[in-house]
C-alpha cells in the first residue's frame, strides 16, 4: 500500500485566508484569490515548510525574511490592482510577493539588493510558470527608471521616509505602498499621486527588514 505523505498545501492556504485574512478584514476578492493560489511552501527553505501557511513572516537568509500572509495580504490590498498595472516592487526577496501581484496585474518588475535572493527567487518563480516577472538587481531605493512610469509600487522593506525617485517614477494616479518610519518600527504609508503630488495615508503599524540604499537607510 503507497500512501501520500506530501501536505495538503491547497487546503492550508483555504485555512490561511479563512482565519487569517478574512477575519482581520482583508475583503478584496482578487486579492484572496490570489492568496489562495499562489504556492508559498515553494518559497521558504525545505525546512520551513511546515510553517509556510502560518500567520508569520520566515528567515530566507541573507538577514531577510518572507512576510506574515496577512502583511502580503494588507499592502496587495492597498495598491487596489484592477489588472492592466504595470508593478514595481522594491526587495524581490523570497519571489512570494512578486507571485501574488503576477496573478493580479498586467507586468510586474522587481528588484532586489541582494543578487543571490534574486536568483534564487527567479528560479523559483520561472519553474512554478511566472514568466510575466522582470527581474534586476540593484539599489531599490532609486526604483527602476528605465522602466516607469509604474502604476503601482510596492516596497516591502522599511524606509525613514518615501524615496523620491519612487515618487518620480509613479504614474499620474499611481499607487505607492512602503513602511515608513524608526529602523525597527513603521507604519503601512498608502501614497496616491495627484498632480504630481504624493497624497498620504498612513495605516497599521509593522516591522520590516530595512530598506537600505542611497534613498533608504544607511549600512
Known amino acids: 500500500m503507497e500512501y501520500n505523505l506530501e501536505p495538503d498545501y491547497a487546503r492550508a492556504r483555504e485555512l490561511m485566508v479563512e482565519t487569517q485574512l478574512e477575519p482581520r478584514g482583508i475583503v478584496d476578492s482578487r486579492v484572496l484569490d490570489a492568496m489562495r493560489k499562489v504556492p508559498r511552501h515553494e518559497f521558504v527553505p525545505e525546512y ?4 509556510a501557511y502560518d500567520d508569520m513572516a520566515l528567515p530566507i537568509g541573507d538577514g531577510q525574511t518572507i512576510s506574515q500572509p496577512y502583511m502580503v495580504a494588507a499592502m496587495t490590498e492597498l495598491l487596489e490592482l484592477a489588472g492592466d498595472e ?9 519571489g512570494y510577493q512578486a507571485a501574488v501581484l503576477a496573478e493580479l496585474a498586467k507586468e510586474v518588475y522587481t528588484i532586489e539588493l541582494y543578487p543571490d535572493l534574486s536568483e534564487r527567487a527567479t528560479r523559483v518563480l520561472r519553474g512554478i510558470g511566472y514568466e510575466k516577472i522582470h527581474f534586476s538587481v540593484g539599489d531599490g ?3 527602476l527608471p528605465e522602466a516607469a512610469p509604474f502604476q503601482a509600487i510596492i516596497v516591502t522593506a522599511g524606509s525613514p521616509a518615501v524615496p523620491a525617485p519612487l515618487v518620480e517614477q509613479l504614474d499620474e494616479g499611481g499607487r505607492i505602498v512602503i513602511p515608513v518610519g524608526e529602523r525597527f518600527s513603521q507604519r503601512l504609508l498608502k501614497g496616491t499621486k495627484r498632480r504630481e503630488v504624493l497624497h498620504e495615508e498612513l495605516g497599521i503599524y509593522c516591522v520590516f527588514v530595512p530598506l537600505t540604499g542611497e534613498f533608504g537607510w544607511k549600512t
Open 48 to 51: 520551513l515548510r511546515h510553517k
Open 86 to 94: 504595470r508593478v514595481l516592487e522594491v526587495g524581490t526577496g523570497s
Open 141 to 143: 531605493s532609486r526604483g
